[in-house]
């Protein structure tokens, strides 16, 4: 089974940038040792299982509480396969594919 996860999460309370605190979720996502994809809106995280990745957000937000934020902000989409793998690869080289430029 392949279980993708999009995920944003950022504080509220902090002023425009969010960069400092998305990097400190991105070091626990890292840490994990699931596959990932940081995009300009969101990170998308692969797993074999739901279990794997849903234990993996409260990781993350306990990384910007212990930042002193006093507000988060996240949202989480599933995209849930089973008898597939690697398809954080796969459907952006599917795609390519059919655009020739793969």
Same mark, same amino acid.
């Given at each position: 089974?392949? @279980?993708?996860?999009?995920?944003? *999460?950022?504080?509220?309370?902090?002023? /425009?940038? &969010?960069?400092?605190?998305?990097?400190? #979720?991105?070091? #626990?996502? =890292?840490? +994990? $040792?699931?596959?990932?994809?940081?995009?300009? *809106?969101?990170?998308?995280?692969?797993?074999?299982?739901? =279990?794997? !990745?849903?234990?993996?957000?409260?990781? *993350?937000? /306990?990384?910007?509480? &212990?930042? %002193? #934020? %006093?507000?988060?902000?996240? @949202?989480? &989409?599933?995209?849930?396969?089973? %008898? =597939?793998?690697?398809? !954080? &690869?796969? =459907?952006?080289? +599917?795609?390519?594919?059919?655009?020739?430029? $793969?």
């Amino acid at each position: 089974m392949s @279980v993708l996860m999009e995920i944003a *999460m950022f504080p509220t309370d902090v002023g /425009e940038s &969010k960069s400092r605190y998305v990097a400190e #979720v991105l070091k #626990v996502i =890292k840490d +994990s $040792g699931f596959e990932y994809q940081l995009t300009p *809106m969101a990170t998308i995280i692969e797993a074999d299982n739901i =279990k794997e !990745l849903t234990d993996l957000i409260p990781k *993350m937000y /306990e990384a910007l509480e &212990k930042m %002193g #934020v %006093g507000r988060v902000y996240s @949202v989480v &989409k599933f995209d849930i396969r089973p %008898g =597939k793998k690697d398809r !954080l &690869k796969q =459907k952006v080289k +599917s795609v390519e594919k059919r655009l020739n430029i $793969g």
